[in-house]
């Protein structure tokens, strides 16, 4: 019989997910601006460590965080996968649009979320041939 389970339900996950998404508060952020300091309040986004520091940190679960049910170490937490997936796209989501409308870095956001353009300016692994010669054209002259 393996070990018990800090978090005995796949519905308990989710409540602890409901409990953190209610805890965070607006914080200050102090922006200069031609017209001086300016102070805005943003809800702090929604992350996974948010979340793992959260349930480490939750009155009556001696946990050592969520990790574990989210990698399914050994198949133990397979009744987990589900409320996992469920948490990892809501995550996504409030990333994505905080990003989107600039209520978070969009930079940090496209690349936390693998969101970024890559474009393949190689030879997409192909060796060359030949030397690459470049020439210089002069507008002016014919």
Do not use: W
Not at 77 to 91: D, N, P, T
């Amino acid at each position: 019989m393996g070990k018990p389970k800090y978090i005995e339900t796949p519905e308990k996950m989710y409540e602890l997910f409901e409990a953190y998404k209610a805890s965070r508060k607006p914080r200050e952020i102090q922006k200069a601006t031609v017209k001086g300091v300016v102070s805005e309040f943003h809800m702090p986004p929604l992350t996974m460590e948010g979340f793992d520091i959260f349930v480490m940190n939750y009155e009556g679960i001696e946990s050592k965080g969520v990790d574990q049910y989210f990698i399914n170490k050994d198949g133990a937490y397979s009744a987990y996968l589900g409320i996992c997936s469920r948490i990892k796209r809501e995550i996504r989501n409030d990333q994505i649009e905080g990003g989107m409308v600039g209520q978070y870095n969009p930079s940090i956001t496209q690349r936390l979320n693998n969101l970024t353009e890559k474009t393949d300016v190689t030879t997409g692994g192909d060796k060359l041939n030949q030397p690459v010669t470049v020439r210089i054209v002069n507008g002016d002259t014919n």
